[in-house]
């Protein structure tokens, strides 16, 4: 293949898996383009082919799949006619990638220093003492503090965020041409993802790179990248500049998408998610004609019966959809509005926490053996919450700042070191194994991972069922009819009550494992991380469904995320958390204009926003989180905070001072001039109504 000037052309691409079942194509016919110093985003739900695409690409294929047609071409050289041997020449050299687990893709046995050199010594042929100079500049480049010391540590002693830093560090040390990123910030707080995006897009103008960026998160791609695919069932749906593709949406899969996200500026009460209707085809069950056609609003006749083909829409934009031009056309769609409830309608008070404590000894170590007074870690330090009927409190704050322990206080899984807890009047045990039954059968909780919470050898019916044995003394006919009608309200099928988990899908376990929790008819249901590792049309359907169970049943959440977005929608009050405490509360409308404490608006300014128009004000928080045996006297935010104002923030804690309406602020900082620094604030001139 001749250069075009491109680093990457990857022209009429097909990946090929030998199964069972025979041959199946998971990836067809794709086309795309990467320039010198562009970043191209690669968007789509789980099962979509993205992975498989970007494996095909460096020739990285399991050994069932193979390329069966088009080439894959890195500045002009045709790697898919290329020796296994003369590939590994390329990886590491020409071409590196940044996976999403750090910890999967660094040796734990050898120090960080060691392992940057050793890549260029192999692929640059440098001497020892060059390579550990190269790892050292690397380690600077990324903005690694104090990288001589970093060099000398293993992966366990470094934070997820340097982790990520030294992936980055690595994948560049060689000069590479071309770099995938394979959702590299997933796993990663609010505030670091967007110190890691941050340093991805100055290192790419500095070293003009090539990259392939995968990720399911819009707002990272609309902040840090030039160009999208949108890839569905192994096919590109659209393809254009960031702007255009984001204000277009020339193909109903990616106005889907778009609709899925919640907005800053709205919450549950406006607006309803545009959830994605039905599930991506498997490979060997692709429909007749348009492949998204089973999930499409527009799909008509013409559509099921022959592939559309790929158009270009406008300038360097393409979209696979022949009713393009009615989407151009169409007005923006109306928002989807619910019922709003009566405000001052105030349920009863369901959740009382008061004071809430929970401190963990520790001991360092033999030299501990000599103190007289052990360590305390501070995991949850003197933290109030109240709660009424379907209401949600959302708790936001960076990992490690004690957002889960206080759930599992209020849960009872961890004993409350001190405070009190009531729920419903009734004042509460620390030791869930202490409380009794009709306490247990009021709080219910639903889990990040659903596959740790659901018994993989019983049928998914007998999860849901276990609450209305053991909490609500059902008969077997009550709980058959119970069962069916909990699987009805999360909208799944009858006949998934006798499938094992192994036989569902993500987002179809985190509905089993939400029907298990309404079973025993809680009063309180604690969501830690519900929706964080699903897709985001997955996200959005969970969403809407918990806000109409909420509407139907009245239960109260206390809903934990390190989505700010999401949190802002499903919420009616927010509670921002740092080192074990609180530090500002109140409705999610007020929490979200100014003024605002200093750690709040480094937490929004960090919001990826999935709008390219959009210019946030960067705030960004220098190091991690203190460690909570060593909490910072005065104000414990003041190592990391922009707005510190001097001595008074390291040596005397802070008051809290009171806005309208219950919206309360810890800081030094009068608010009238918290207001007048924070100005506009960051997201108040976002313009996103009429993006869905």
Not at 105 to 114: K, L
Not at 164 to 189: C, G, H, K, W, Y
Not at 244 to 257: E, I, N, Q, S, W
Not at 611 to 640: A, E, M, W, Y
């Amino acid at each position: 293949m001749m250069d075009n000037g491109k680093v990457l052309d990857v022209d009429n691409l097909t990946v090929t898996y030998m199964t069972e079942k025979g041959p199946l194509d998971v990836v067809r016919s794709v086309s795309l383009q990467i320039a010198p110093g562009e970043i191209y985003g690669l968007v789509g739900e789980s099962g979509s082919g993205k992975t498989t695409l970007a494996r095909a690409v460096v020739r990285y294929l399991p050994s069932n799949g193979k390329i069966t047609g088009g080439t894959v071409s890195l500045s002009g050289t045709d790697l898919s006619t290329r020796s296994q041997k003369e590939i590994r020449g390329i990886w590491g050299s020409r071409m590196t990638m940044v996976h999403q687990d750090p910890n999967a893709a660094i040796n734990p046995s050898m120090m960080i220093g060691e392992q940057i050199a050793e890549m260029t010594r192999t692929h640059m042929g440098l001497s020892r003492k060059e390579s550990r100079e190269r790892a050292l500049e690397m380690l600077n480049k990324v903005r690694m503090p104090d990288p001589e010391s970093v060099a000398r540590r293993y992966a366990h002693q470094l934070s997820g965020g340097m982790l990520q830093r030294v992936l980055i560090a690595t994948a560049m040390a060689t000069n590479p041409e071309f770099i995938i990123m394979d959702e590299p910030t997933t796993a990663l707080d609010v505030t670091t993802e967007a110190v890691i995006l941050d340093l991805i897009h100055e290192l790419m103008d500095e070293y003009n790179t090539a990259i392939l960026f995968i990720t399911h998160n819009l707002g990272v791609i609309a902040r840090i990248c030039d160009r999208i695919g949108v890839l569905y069932a192994g096919e590109i749906m659209e393809e254009g500049p960031i702007h255009d593709v984001f204000k277009a949406r020339l193909h109903p899969y990616t106005r889907g998408l778009l609709g899925c996200v919640p907005r800053v500026d709205a919450n549950k009460k406006e607006i309803s998610l545009s959830a994605i209707p039905g599930y991506i085809p498997r490979p060997d069950e692709l429909p007749e004609g348009c492949i998204f056609g089973p999930r499409c609003e527009l799909v008509e006749a013409a559509c099921r019966e022959a592939r559309p083909p790929v158009v270009s829409v406008g300038p360097d934009h393409l979209s696979a959809c022949r009713r393009h031009e009615i989407l151009r056309d169409r007005s923006e769609k109306a928002d989807e509005t619910r019922e709003e409830t009566i405000g001052d309608e105030l349920g009863h008070i369901v959740l009382e926490a008061r004071n809430i404590k929970k401190y963990f000894p520790f001991s360092g170590g033999l030299g501990s053996i000599w103190q007289r007074r052990r360590s305390e870690l501070k995991a949850v330090d003197d933290i109030s919450v109240r709660m009424r009927s379907s209401f949600t409190m959302g708790i936001v704050g960076e990992s490690g700042c004690g957002k889960t322990t206080l759930a599992r206080c209020i849960a009872g899984l961890e004993e409350a070191t001190a405070g009190e807890i009531e729920l419903e009047g009734q004042l509460l045990d620390y030791s869930v194994n202490k409380r009794p039954r009709a306490i247990l059968q009021k709080i219910q909780m639903v889990f990040q991972n659903p596959d740790a919470s659901l018994n993989p050898q019983h049928p998914a019916g007998d999860s849901v069922a276990r609450p209305l044995i053991l909490l609500r003394n059902m008969d077997r006919k009550q709980v058959r009819e119970k069962v069916a009608e909990l699987f009805k309200a999360v909208s799944l099928p009858a006949d998934y009550i006798d499938r094992l988990p192994h036989e569902l899908s993500g987002g179809e376990k985190q509905r089993v494992a939400i029907a298990r929790a309404f079973a025993a008819d809680p009063a309180l249901m604690i969501c830690d991380e519900p929706i964080s590792s699903l897709d985001v049309s997955v996200q959005a359907s969970l969403m809407n469904l918990l806000a109409e169970l909420q509407d139907k049943s009245k239960t109260s959440y206390l809903f934990i995320s390190h989505d700010l977005a999401a949190v802002r929608h499903i919420s009616d009050w927010i509670a921002v958390v740092y080192l074990g405490r609180l530090w500002e509360i109140g409705s999610a409308e007020d929490v979200f204009i100014p003024p605002y404490h200093p750690y709040t608006e480094a937490l929004l300014s960090a919001i990826p926003i999935p709008d390219p128009d959009i210019r946030q004000d960067r705030i960004r928080l220098k190091g991690s989180v203190p460690s909570s045996l060593n909490i910072p006297p005065g104000c414990r935010f003041h190592t990391r905070c922009p707005r510190k104002v001097g001595e008074i923030c390291e040596t005397t804690e802070p008051p809290w001072q009171d806005m309208a309406d219950g919206h309360r602020i810890c800081c030094h900082i009068p608010l009238e001039e918290l207001k007048e620094l924070q100005g506009d604030g960051l997201l108040k001139t976002a313009g996103l109504r009429g993006n869905n």
